[in-house]
């Protein structure tokens, strides 16, 4: 049971709860498109939106830091803590995008809106960086590591096998790092075009 509340699946959690709120208030927004009546509904699925979407960030960005920080830890210290406060700041950019993102349903001005147009942008190309830097250390760590495995380099035969696994198991975990990132990574590109429409 504990497996199930781990941290990835945390992770995953918050980002399907995300996309799925999301999903249902666009949905909910385009159906009532040009209803003047709604407009009070309109706003209440214009801050869910907002909101689910910070959501979706924050647990992507999580996601893709558990993915990554023990590959990150074998290659750099200083890149690994570095990563360490992007990830732990991350999510006070998203709720910013969401409060902006809030206070310009309400205000309804265009400096409000172009306010949180540039936000979002700032969060979309944010997600991007991340998410490639961490992409580039697993493509790094994959072709540091080719062949490394040299009997040569170890004391004892356990030292020897210890160094295997492990070196297996981190190769495991960059190849479907790699993988897994190519799915998710115009979903940022594509928010970056919706706060523009």
């Given at each position: 049971m504990e497996h199930a509340f781990s941290k990835v699946n945390t992770a995953l959690v918050s980002m399907s709860v995300g996309i799925a709120i999301s999903f249902t208030c666009l949905a909910l927004l385009f159906s009532n498109y040009g209803d003047a009546a709604s407009t009070d509904a309109r706003n209440v699925q214009f801050t869910v939106l907002d909101l689910s979407i910070?959501?979706?960030?924050?647990?992507?960005?999580?996601?893709?830091?558990?993915?990554?920080q023990g590959?990150?830890?074998r290659q750099n210290q200083i890149v690994y803590h570095l990563f360490l406060v992007l990830r732990v700041s991350n999510p006070?950019?998203?709720?910013?995008?969401?409060a902006s993102g809030i206070y310009s349903t309400f205000v309804n001005t265009d400096s409000a809106s172009n306010l949180h147009n540039y936000i979002g942008f700032a969060a979309s190309v944010a997600i991007i960086i991340f998410d490639t830097a961490l992409l580039a250390s697993?493509?790094?760590?994959?072709?540091?590591?080719?062949?490394?495995?040299?009997?040569?380099?170890?004391?004892?035969?356990?030292?020897?096998?210890?160094?295997?696994?492990?070196?297996?198991?981190?190769?495991?975990?960059?190849?479907?790092?790699i993988v897994g990132s190519i799915p998710w990574m115009p979903i940022?590109?594509?928010?970056i075009i919706g706060e523009n429409e």
């Open positions: 910070a959501i979706w960030e924050s647990g992507y960005c999580y996601y893709i830091w558990l993915r990554s590959i990150l830890q006070i950019v998203f709720v910013i995008q969401a697993f493509i790094q760590y994959l072709y540091q590591n080719r062949g490394s495995l040299d009997p040569a380099n170890s004391e004892s035969e356990t030292e020897y096998l210890n160094m295997v696994e492990v070196t297996t198991k981190m190769s495991i975990i960059s190849s479907y790092g940022p590109f594509l928010l």
